[in-house]
Structure formats: structure tokens, C-alpha cells
């Protein structure tokens, strides 16, 4: 497959990563699915905890997934929900794939299978400039 992104097919799998969330305290499953440079895809669901704020986000589960596998070299996460609209990652999982690809493509859908796409470098621009504010 290559890096040749097929959005359908990194949405299904999305699609199936939300299966199996953990998601009883806010009753919103999540699916994510990255697909890397190589075209191997990773998945990743939420798993919510009665502490919230230890709650982690499909997207960053499936990036845990990629990068336990190896894989660095992110080019694009699609990210599923039962929402009325399509959901983007909140501001801890931008940074967080920042890291890796600040040009990373987001795929987004909703119940309706109304499908949004973003880049993530739109969503946060200039994500490094802290860290490289830092080191100077």
C-alpha cells in the first residue's frame, strides 16, 4: 500500500477501533486509526477513567500502537465518533502528534458518515515554537 492515503479504509478502521472503547462515564466512544509512511495502520480507541483527567484519547492510543511497532513516520489519523458532526483532536493529542508530523492530514466523521478532513498543522500552528523557544 505504501503512503498512498485510502481515507475510506482508515476510516473503517476507525470505525472498528471505536467498537472497543471504554468509554462508560461520558457514554462517547471514540475509534482513531493512523495509518503511517510505510501504510501500515494502527488503531486505538478511548479509555475513559472515573478520573478524568486520566482519560486517553483513541488518538493518542493508536499513536502508542504505531510507535510500539516502530513506526514514526505518520502521514495521516482518521478519528470516528457518534457525534451529530465530525470531532477534532483536543489540544493534549495535537501536540502529541505534532511531535511526530506537524503536517499530518486529519480525517474526521460522524454518525451521518459526513466525512471532514483537516491538516493538523491548521489546527495548531507553530506547535514547536515552545519547545524551540526553550532550547535557545
Known amino acids: 500500500m505504501g503512503s498512498k492515503i485510502d481515507p475510506k479504509e482508515l476510516l473503517m478502521a476507525a470505525w472498528e477501533a471505536r467498537e ?8 462517547f466512544p471514540v475509534g482513531a486509526a493512523i495509518q503511517t509512511k510505510s501504510g501500515q495502520i494502527f488503531k486505538g480507541c ?10 486517553i484519547c ?6 502508542a500502537t504505531a510507535i510500539q511497532h516502530g513506526e514514526r513516520d505518520l ?3 482518521a478519528i470516528v465518533s457518534a457525534s451529530a458532526t465530525p470531532i477534532v483532536p483536543c489540544g493534549a493529542c495535537r501536540q502529541v502528534l ?5 503536517n499530518l492530514t486529519i480525517f474526521s466523521e460522524g ?4 466525512t471532514l478532513d483537516w491538516n ?4 495548531l500552528p507553530m506547535a514547536a515554537l515552545g519547545i524551540i523557544s526553550q532550547r535557545n
Open 111 to 114: 454518525f451521518d458518515r459526513n
Open 58 to 63: 483513541a488518538e493518542r492510543a493508536a499513536l
Open 46 to 55: 478511548n479509555i475513559e477513567n472515573v478520573s478524568y483527567g486520566l482519560t
Open 75 to 77: 502521514v495521516a489519523i
Open 120 to 123: 493538523l498543522i491548521h489546527l
Open 20 to 27: 472497543m472503547a471504554y468509554a462508560g462515564y461520558s457514554n
Open 98 to 102: 505534532a511531535e511526530f508530523n506537524p
